[in-house]
């Protein structure tokens, strides 16, 4: 029987290592390298950039499309374009100056209707660039139920690179729940392309985020001025 | 050392495992996609149901036939009367339909009707009914299968086609009722 | 050396060379892009051009500040209108067939037909089989765009799909730089049949 020694601090350590399970090693080095990283912020909130505040007609630079908002107003309803809002409902205009920074045509959504003719809320993957919150009777925030070309009225809206052009964001409210001097906020949107599609044709985007809020004090033109 | 049995080689030592591959391959292969080729063709016009011209076929829940097919040239009066573009003709098709039951629905099916043309010097060419060409005048009365009537009627389904339609070709009207698919009627004019 | 070192050799040789050719081959292999490209037809300006189910002539191409359409429409912009006539026509199928991608590239910016002018362009109307459509599309371009080095090489490329991926798509060459900036331009309404 051979002798028992009288082992050594580094033997004794390396017995007490056998006898330790693997896992409770492996937590143990999980955690305190936890610990180590928390002291360099590694277990505080992530900062959520927060939205910027502008004014009424300062343009704000998405990655995509450069947004100038300019004002907001209320008319009953564009019967040349044929937005007409159901009874007891006005139209909320917003007008913007959008230019497309990117170098391929970009087309602006809007709401697509359910048969009833209620906007239909729509994944927000397809983009939009404007919200509106802050309107009594309005989803929270919602993509408008149409995008009109001030200058001749067309919707079905394409963006041209390089190419501004100044728009109507039209939005149907209860006439109600807005009147003249009313402010509103109005959200800018922005998305980032995530990467492109592997089978799909253009490219896939994250979620849009608000990038800007701005706030505005409603007009109102009543029936409307011939533009 | 002589007398030793030479040992078997490796095809024969494997010739089970090797059997098994060559079945089950092919199998794995057909399963996997045998879903998809088969959905395809269910989907689309595939499997005609030929008639001859004057010929009465049986088709989904009706019978049909072509009754009358008649050719307004461009250049003619009446022509000129529906606005015909330069160099096209008018295909007026008079279709006979009896309707022998209805569908899933309890209502006589709707169709959908279009012009085929094959053989000739082009390729095989499609016109669908009620196409981007609006003519002038009075169009026939009905130009498609009716969702109500359940006793024998005729409709006139109108191709606007290029003036060299059907010359040195063959002309057919295909009928899709889309509960019959991938089963369409294929009534010759000629 | 002994016949076995040289068997080792050997082996790692092969194994080098089998190496070196894979990792030739995945570099070389047709990425998505290439896999899924449009099939391109060169076409010149003034000549018929034919592809799958689409078969189109462009006749001319023009340069204006301003231009009225055939349905009276007359839209300003804030560069210039390029204004190109032309007759379309699907060959073999008129199902879902419209100049869906009807696109001007310069360098490496491209501008897509406007829809401005509603149903006075071809983009917005859907195309039929053997009769031809002739009339006119308009984009809109930056002044400085259209005078730039790159106009001069500019293409229309023309498909019947808004996705052009896997199907015709014709590509004319166009010299924008070499065209006078015209006043105005009047363009007729789109019209059917053999010109």
Same mark, same amino acid.
């Given at each position: 029987?051979?002798?028992?020694?009288? %082992?050594?601090?580094?033997?004794?350590?390396?017995?007490?290592?056998?006898?330790?399970?693997?896992?409770?090693?492996?937590?143990?080095?999980?955690?305190?390298?936890?610990?180590?990283?928390?002291?360099?912020?590694? !277990?505080?909130?992530?900062?959520?950039?927060?939205?910027?505040?502008?004014?009424?007609?300062?343009?704000?630079?998405?990655?995509?499309?450069?947004?100038?908002?300019?004002?907001?107003?209320?008319?009953?309803?564009?019967?040349?374009?044929?937005?007409?809002?159901?009874?007891?409902?006005? !139209?909320?205009?917003?007008?913007?100056?959008?230019?497309?920074?990117?170098?391929?045509?970009?087309?602006?959504?809007?709401?697509?209707?359910?048969? %009833?003719?209620?906007?239909?809320?729509?994944?927000?993957?397809?983009?939009?660039?404007?919200?509106?919150?802050?309107?009594?009777?309005?989803?929270?925030?919602?993509?408008?139920?149409?995008?009109?070309?001030?200058?001749?009225?067309?919707?079905?809206?394409?963006?041209?690179?390089?190419?501004?052009?100044?728009?109507?964001?039209?939005?149907?409210?209860?006439?109600?729940?807005?009147?003249?001097?009313?402010?509103?906020?109005?959200?800018?949107?922005?998305?980032?392309?995530?990467?492109?599609?592997?089978?799909?044709?253009?490219?896939?985007?994250?979620?849009?985020?608000?990038?800007?809020?701005?706030? !505005?004090?409603?007009?109102?033109?009543?029936?409307?001025?011939?533009? | #050392?002589?007398? /030793?049995?030479?040992?078997?080689?490796?095809?024969?030592?494997?010739?089970?495992?090797?059997?098994?591959?060559?079945?089950?391959?092919?199998?794995?292969?057909? =399963? #996997?996609?045998?879903?998809?080729?088969?959905?395809?063709?269910?989907?689309?016009?595939?499997?005609?149901?030929?008639?001859?011209?004057?010929?009465? =076929?049986?088709?989904?829940?009706?019978?049909?036939?072509?009754?009358?097919?008649?050719?307004?040239?461009?250049?003619?009066?009446?022509?000129? /009367?529906?606005?015909?573009?330069?160099?096209?003709?008018?295909?007026?098709?008079?279709?006979?339909?009896?309707?022998?039951?209805?569908?899933?629905?309890?209502?006589?099916?709707?169709?959908?009707?279009?012009?085929?043309?094959?053989?000739?010097?082009?390729?095989?060419?499609?016109?669908?009914?009620?196409?981007? =060409?609006?003519?002038?005048?009075?169009?026939?009365?009905?130009?498609?299968?009716?969702?109500?009537?359940?006793?024998?009627?005729?409709?006139?389904? /109108?191709?606007?086609?290029?003036?060299?339609?059907? /010359?040195?070709?063959?002309?057919?009207?295909? =009928?899709?009722?889309?509960?019959?698919?991938?089963?369409?009627?294929?009534?010759?004019?000629? | 050396?002994?016949?076995?070192?040289?068997?080792?050799?050997?082996?790692?040789?092969?194994?080098?060379?089998?190496?070196?050719?894979?990792?030739?081959?995945? *570099?070389?292999?047709?990425?998505?892009? @290439?896999?899924?490209?449009?099939?391109?037809?060169?076409?010149?300006?003034?000549?018929?051009?034919?592809?799958?189910?689409? *078969?189109?002539?462009? *006749?001319?191409?023009?340069?204006?500040?301003?231009?009225?359409?055939?349905?009276?429409?007359?839209?300003?912009?804030?560069?210039?209108?390029?204004?190109?006539?032309?007759?379309?026509?699907?060959?073999?199928?008129?199902? +879902?067939?419209?100049?869906?991608?009807?696109?001007?590239?310069?360098?490496?910016?491209?501008?897509?037909?406007?829809?401005?002018?509603?149903?006075?362009?071809?983009?917005?109307?859907?195309?039929?089989? +053997?009769?031809? @459509?002739?009339?006119?599309?308009?984009?809109?371009?930056?002044?400085?765009?259209?005078?730039?080095?790159?106009?001069?090489?500019?293409?229309?490329? @023309?498909?019947?799909?808004?996705?052009?991926?896997?199907?015709?798509?014709?590509?004319?060459?166009?010299?924008?730089?070499?065209?006078?900036?015209?006043?105005?331009?009047?363009?007729?309404?789109?019209?059917?049949?053999?010109?």
């Amino acid at each position: 029987m051979p002798l028992k020694k009288h %082992s050594s601090s580094r033997e004794k350590t390396r017995q007490l290592f056998d006898r330790v399970p693997t896992t409770w090693l492996v937590t143990a080095v999980a955690a305190v390298l936890l610990a180590v990283s928390a002291v360099f912020g590694g !277990l505080d909130d992530a900062e959520v950039q927060a939205a910027t505040v502008i004014q009424a007609g300062d343009p704000h630079a998405g990655s995509e499309l450069t947004l100038t908002v300019d004002q907001a107003l209320l008319i009953d309803a564009f019967p040349e374009q044929l937005v007409i809002p159901d009874e007891g409902n006005r !139209l909320l205009v917003v007008r913007a100056v959008v230019e497309n920074t990117t170098n391929e045509p970009r087309r602006l959504i809007t709401a697509p209707l359910r048969s %009833s003719g209620a906007a239909r809320l729509q994944s927000t993957i397809e983009a939009d660039v404007l919200r509106i919150s802050g309107v009594h009777g309005q989803a929270l925030t919602s993509p408008p139920t149409s995008i009109l070309v001030i200058d001749d009225g067309s919707d079905k809206v394409v963006v041209q690179p390089d190419m501004p052009v100044e728009l109507a964001f039209v939005w149907e409210v209860p006439a109600a729940a807005v009147a003249k001097g009313d402010t509103i906020e109005v959200q800018l949107l922005d998305r980032v392309l995530i990467s492109e599609g592997e089978l799909t044709y253009g490219g896939l985007y994250g979620d849009p985020v608000v990038t800007a809020r701005l706030e !505005l004090v409603l007009g109102d033109v009543g029936a409307g001025v011939s533009e | #050392m002589k007398g /030793e049995v030479k040992p078997a080689g490796w095809l024969r030592r494997n010739h089970r495992a090797l059997l098994a591959v060559l079945v089950l391959l092919p199998a794995t292969l057909g =399963i #996997m996609f045998a879903n998809q080729w088969l959905g395809y063709f269910d989907e689309w016009p595939s499997r005609p149901v030929p008639a001859a011209a004057g010929e009465t =076929i049986e088709y989904g829940n009706a019978r049909w036939r072509v009754e009358a097919s008649d050719r307004v040239l461009g250049d003619s009066a009446a022509g000129r /009367e529906r606005d015909l573009p330069t160099g096209t003709d008018l295909l007026v098709v008079t279709v006979a339909v009896d309707p022998t039951g209805t569908g899933p629905d309890g209502k006589p099916d709707l169709c959908s009707a279009r012009l085929e043309e094959s053989g000739g010097q082009h390729a095989t060419r499609t016109w669908s009914n009620q196409g981007p =060409i609006s003519l002038d005048g009075p169009g026939p009365e009905r130009t498609s299968c009716s969702s109500k009537l359940t006793t024998p009627y005729t409709f006139d389904a /109108e191709f606007v086609v290029p003036a060299d339609a059907g /010359e040195s070709s063959s002309l057919s009207v295909s =009928i899709v009722v889309v509960e019959a698919l991938p089963e369409y009627a294929s009534l010759a004019l000629d | 050396m002994t016949a076995s070192r040289w068997r080792y050799l050997a082996n790692g040789a092969a194994l080098v060379t089998l190496l070196s050719v894979a990792a030739v081959v995945m *570099h070389s292999a047709p990425d998505r892009e @290439l896999q899924q490209s449009p099939i391109r037809v060169a076409a010149a300006l003034g000549e018929p051009a034919s592809g799958r189910n689409i *078969h189109a002539t462009v *006749h001319s191409v023009a340069v204006a500040e301003a231009v009225t359409a055939g349905n009276g429409w007359a839209g300003t912009t804030a560069g210039v209108w390029v204004v190109v006539d032309l007759s379309v026509e699907a060959v073999v199928d008129d199902v +879902g067939a419209a100049l869906g991608t009807a696109v001007l590239r310069v360098g490496d910016t491209s501008y897509s037909a406007s829809t401005r002018p509603g149903d006075a362009t071809v983009a917005a109307v859907g195309l039929t089989t +053997g009769i031809a @459509l002739t009339g006119p599309l308009m984009f809109e371009l930056p002044t400085d765009v259209v005078s730039s080095a790159a106009a001069a090489t500019a293409s229309l490329e @023309l498909a019947t799909n808004s996705d052009p991926r896997v199907d015709s798509l014709l590509v004319v060459p166009v010299d924008l730089a070499g065209l006078d900036v015209q006043q105005s331009i009047d363009v007729d309404f789109p019209e059917w049949g053999v010109r």
